[in-house]
């Protein structure tokens, strides 16, 4: 069975810092891509970013461009989101999801909830 | 960007109805489309992919068409379980971006 574990949410002041992880289980991390994508309270789902099998390549929502940073550590099979300069707009469930076959999400994890907020 | 359009936002219906949303890309996304199903405070759920491919263990009451700019979820008729919120997602290129979503409420 797939599973998508995340963590690392909570709340932080403008300016601040978080890292979330994804603790991934119940398929070859190794061979997906994988993805963060978040949702604002009450509002749609936003695409945030997403790392290749490899590590190799990533892409960003220019709305997180420069600020946040996605990395993956296939040995332990988890996913890392480092979220700098955060600002209240970035207030959201983020939700870490794997890749199908073609960039759609065919499995998502439960969701981990930021606040930043002062 | 690609942007994506869905309609209706809301949808009031019965049980044993059939129910159509539309969504509408900006470009030409050939067939590269998925559709999500959302509950409240659950994480999406892949009803379809490559707009009309069903994902394994998604009921067949569900179909998807279309391709380049217009594109269609049905649900043949209508279930309690599938009052929920209803996303599109394109997937032709980078960035990824979802339509508004679709409320499909209980009339």
């Known amino acids: 069975e797939v599973q998508l574990v995340e963590s690392g949410g909570g709340l932080v002041q403008p300016g601040g810092s978080l890292r979330l992880s994804c603790a991934a289980s119940?398929?070859?991390?190794?061979?997906?891509?994988v993805a963060w994508v978040r949702q604002a309270p009450g509002k749609g789902l936003e695409w945030v970013s997403v790392i290749s099998r490899s590590a190799d390549s990533t892409d960003y929502a220019d709305s997180v461009k420069g600020r946040f940073t996605l990395s993956r550590d296939n040995s332990k099979t988890t996913l890392y989101l480092q979220m700098n300069s955060l600002r209240a707009e970035d207030t959201a469930v983020y939700y870490c999801?794997?890749?199908?076959?073609?960039?759609?999400?065919?499995?998502w994890g439960q969701g981990t909830l930021v606040t930043v907020s002062s | 960007d690609i942007q994506m359009t869905q309609s209706p936002s809301t949808l009031s219906a019965s049980v044993g109805d059939r129910v159509t949303i539309t969504c509408r890309a900006s470009?030409?996304?050939?067939?590269?489309l998925a559709w999500y199903q959302q509950k409240p405070g659950k994480a999406p759920k892949l009803l379809i992919y490559k707009a009309s491919s069903l994902e394994s263990g998604v009921p067949s009451r569900f179909s998807g068409s279309g391709s380049g700019t217009e594109f269609t979820l049905t649900i043949s008729s209508l279930q309690p379980d599938d009052f929920a919120t209803y996303y599109c997602q394109h997937y032709n290129s980078y960035p990824l971006t979802f339509g508004g979503g679709t409320k499909v409420e209980i009339k």
């Open positions: 999801a794997k890749l199908g076959a073609g960039a759609f999400f065919d499995y």
């Open positions: 470009q030409s996304i050939s067939s590269w």
């Open positions: 119940g398929f070859t991390f190794s061979s997906y891509a």
